[in-house]
């Protein structure tokens, strides 16, 4: 399984990187080979099995953006890969969103979302409801995301605003993206394996970690 | 032009040193920030009037602040007002002012207050460290942080501007200045300055600085920090400080620099400095329940980068703790732009309210981990080095005060 890690110095604000490393090291510990790639600005897009786009500010966020539409990012996830994506790189994936200086920047396209500049910033812990379980994280952002019809939310926010005050991120076949910024899936193990299973295409054991007790600690705190 | 009365100064003056001192009496607190409240409110103008008639030096900066700021106070010779406890807005500059009349004063500033008190207190030296991710979830992105350093910098037409060359968004910062001594202290921290704040084009990083295509590049130094050698503007200084590591070395470079251009010799500057063991706890060793410990305060991913290149190979145990208060960030995920790989092979307790987070971050990192639900005990065999966050490390220090 090789994991591509794109632009984490554009996109990486938030120890965004983590992602990467729960997955590779969750896929390690269950035998799994992995090859986890960190891709620079300065690097041709590797073909992988998943890559992985983090968070970022106004300027690098554009300068992301650019390189993914110039690249072939909508192609190799064409051919079969998937990606990964929080906070901006959520928004980049979307056919436009706002930056700082032109409230209808071209994103990559892959996913029928567009993000507008919200009132206000949405700064605070996350919790969405995920089919019957809790995904728990921390947001950062200023834009509000609105999904076509036929775009299937992540979940239900249940604290904190997500996209919009009602739902956070989107599902597709070949995406996953979620305003919870960060390490994400280090928070949440189950969601991390529900990416690895969708990747790696089988059912995986289960995986005992001191993540467990985080993620319990941070469910009965942030929970409903 | 209208003067405003003296005595609108005078009075607030005395307002603030009355109520720090029933504040201290009454023990709310260390009596800075209340006292300075009272005393901007009789005259909001005060820190002003304080710092007329003396030389002040400002330090700001993400990293080495308050290090800092005690370095140049010990370096001066003689008293200095300091704002020592580590209330680095406005309200902390006027109490470390008031009843200090004629005395220099070095003040650490928080990195979004440096205009407005620049603009208050007309300084001679403003320093300028560092600028990387902190506090992510107050949204100072770092590079507005740099812009408004920049507009800052461009009016400083009596003042020296002692900035870091070795960091690109300083010296994109510090350009503006009319009069800059840029210092190369070999800032190894490069994860928020990777692209040019200039073009956004990648950043080269050689031996000989850092360059970008657009033509902005590091600018050449007077100050020059190496491994085994210190130059401070154009003299050379023996350094042999008590406070460990790279990042000391790099912040007494800096507060060398701006005493040199207070006009205090840096050469008798420096040997002031080796009198310095510990800055607010930071570096203390203390013998604690029958043990010895060492507190070691590390807020933000390059604070902790530097930090674990230190204790990394310290003999004895290794505890680190880690809040997430408002005043230290309430989002975590820094923890995964902190290195700790490095400490594999290592055995670390995670302490705090958030050592669940550590210890995941840890594990994820090959790191063995143990999770300290209560506070330990020190072995009496070997020492402790504890590392922690900012109210993470005011706890520890308070537990641990002799």
């Known amino acids: 399984m090789r994991i591509a890690l794109l632009y984490p110095e554009l996109l990486g604000t938030y120890g965004d990187g983590g992602n990467a490393l729960v997955l590779a090291e969750r896929a390690r510990r269950r035998g799994r080979r992995v090859e986890l790639a960190t891709v620079t600005l300065d690097e041709r897009l590797p073909a992988a099995d998943l890559y992985l786009l983090g968070g970022g500010e106004d300027g690098p966020q554009r300068l992301a953006a650019d390189l993914l539409r110039r690249g072939d990012l909508v192609a190799r996830v064409g051919d079969g890969a998937r990606v990964f994506a929080v906070c901006a790189g959520l928004q980049v994936l979307g056919t436009t969103f706002a930056v700082e200086g032109d409230d209808h920047y071209d994103g990559v396209g892959l996913v029928e979302v567009t993000t507008v500049r919200g009132e206000r910033r949405s700064v605070g812990d996350l919790a969405v409801r995920v089919g019957g379980r809790l995904l728990v994280g921390f947001e950062n952002h200023g834009g509000v995301t609105r999904l076509a019809p036929e775009v299937r939310p992540l979940g239900e926010v249940v604290r904190g605003r997500g996209s919009d005050g009602r739902h956070d991120g989107f599902v597709t076949e070949r995406a996953f993206a979620t305003y919870a910024h960060g390490p994400v899936l280090a928070l949440n193990p189950w969601f991390a394996d529900e990416v690895l299973a969708a990747v790696l295409g089988e059912e995986l054991e289960p995986l005992a970690t001191v993540a467990d007790r985080l993620y319990a600690e941070r469910c009965a705190r942030l929970g409903p | ?402």
């Open chain 2, 1 to 402: 032009m209208v003067r405003r009365p003296r005595s609108t100064t005078w009075l607030a003056e005395h307002a603030v040193l009355a109520v720090n001192r029933l504040s201290r009496v009454l023990r709310w607190g260390e009596g800075t920030v209340i006292g300075g409240r009272a005393g901007l409110a009789l005259d909001p103008t005060l820190l002003s009037g304080l710092a007329r008639g003396r030389q002040v030096v400002l330090v700001s900066g993400t990293n080495g602040k308050t290090t800092t700021t005690a370095l140049v106070a010990a370096g001066w010779g003689g008293p200095v007002a300091v704002n020592d406890t580590g209330s680095n807005m406005v309200q902390g500059h006027v109490a470390a002012l008031a009843g200090r009349r004629g005395v220099p004063a070095a003040l650490e500033v928080d990195e979004s207050w440096l205009a407005g008190i620049a603009a208050a207190t007309r300084p001679a030296v403003v320093v300028l460290l560092n600028l990387s991710r902190d506090q992510l979830d107050r949204a100072n992105e770092v590079r507005r942080v740099a812009l408004r350093w920049r507009d800052l910098c461009a009016t400083l037409t009596d003042t020296v501007v002692v900035a870091n060359a070795s960091d690109p968004l300083v010296a994109f910062a510090a350009e503006t200045a009319p009069d800059v001594a840029w210092c190369d202290v070999a800032t190894p921290w490069r994860l928020d300055a990777v692209s040019c704040p200039h073009c956004t084009a990648p950043l080269a990083f050689a031996p000989t600085g850092w360059s970008s295509a657009c033509g902005f590049t590091q600018p050449r130094a007077t100050t020059v920090l190496t491994e085994g050698s210190l130059r401070v503007d154009g003299v050379d200084v023996e350094l042999d400080l008590a406070l460990p590591g790279a990042v000391n070395r790099a912040n007494a470079a800096f507060a060398l620099t701006a005493l040199s251009r207070v006009g205090v010799d840096p050469r008798a500057a420096a040997v002031r400095l080796a009198s310095v063991r510990e800055v607010a706890g930071r570096y203390a060793r203390r013998r604690w329940r029958g043990g010895e410990v060492r507190l070691v305060l590390a807020k933000n991913p390059a604070g902790f980068s530097a930090a674990l290149e230190e204790v990394a190979g310290a003999p004895g145990d290794l505890w680190i703790a880690v809040n997430a208060r408002v005043a230290d960030g309430r989002d975590p995920s820094w923890l995964y732009d902190v290195p700790f790989e490095r400490l594999t092979g290592r055995t670390v307790t995670c302490l705090g309210e958030r050592r669940l987070d550590l210890a995941t971050r840890l594990d994820y990192g090959g790191v063995a981990v143990i999770v300290g639900d209560a506070v330990p005990d020190p072995p009496s065999d070997r020492p402790v080095t504890i590392v922690a966050n900012y109210t993470a490390f005011q706890e520890w220090n308070a537990r641990t005060a002799p």
